[in-house]
């Protein structure tokens, strides 16, 4: 029976016999109703986006010097308040330039910079100005409303306990 059209009757019946048993087993007599239901995977895992996601936290600005000039940065964003220049000896820079700044300091609270920019090279005085930060505005520092210089040393005016700018 070797080979014969029988034989290959005979293993075609078994393996359908096969079959059936297994989707028997597998299945049962019952065939697939409601009580099957097809669970429907999502393409993106909001679990580990949710859990990546970057918390907002309100950080304290930082004031820094580059290259380009003073940049304050709150909140990843660069504001830059003064820009550096090279210059000549008799060149004269307008106001928001500077050859050097003579004094930067951010306000105790974080709300105010104080910056204090060097016109020129060979200058002797700077002109201080005061950045708010809540209100994105430079203003020039003054004293009984006439704008002042202070030295281009600096160190002539620091923050007050209080949180206000106090002159030497």
């Given at each position: 029976m ?34 099957w ?20 936290v ?51 609270d ?6 204090c ?20 505005i ?14 281009a ?16």
């Amino acid at each position: 029976m070797e080979g014969t059209r029988n034989e290959r009757v005979v293993i075609l019946v078994l393996s359908y016999i096969i079959g059936f048993v297994t989707a028997y087993i597998a299945f049962g007599l019952t065939p697939l109703t409601d009580s099957w239901s097809i669970a429907s995977i999502p393409t993106t895992n909001t679990a580990a986006v949710m859990n990546s996601a970057p918390k907002k936290v309100d950080t304290r600005p930082l004031v820094a010097t580059t290259k380009q000039g003073l940049v304050l940065i709150k909140n990843n964003q660069e504001i830059y308040l003064s820009s550096h220049v090279e210059a000549g000896d008799d060149t004269f820079l307008d106001e928001g330039y500077h050859v050097k700044l003579a004094d930067y300091e951010l306000s105790p609270d974080g709300e105010f910079v104080y910056f204090c920019e060097v016109p020129a090279v060979d200058a002797d005085s700077c002109r201080p100005y005061l950045y708010s930060i809540a209100e994105d505005i430079t203003y020039p520092v003054k004293i009984d409303g006439e704008r002042v210089a202070f030295s281009a040393d600096g160190g002539d005016v620091y923050w007050g306990s209080n949180g206000i700018l106090v002159v030497k």
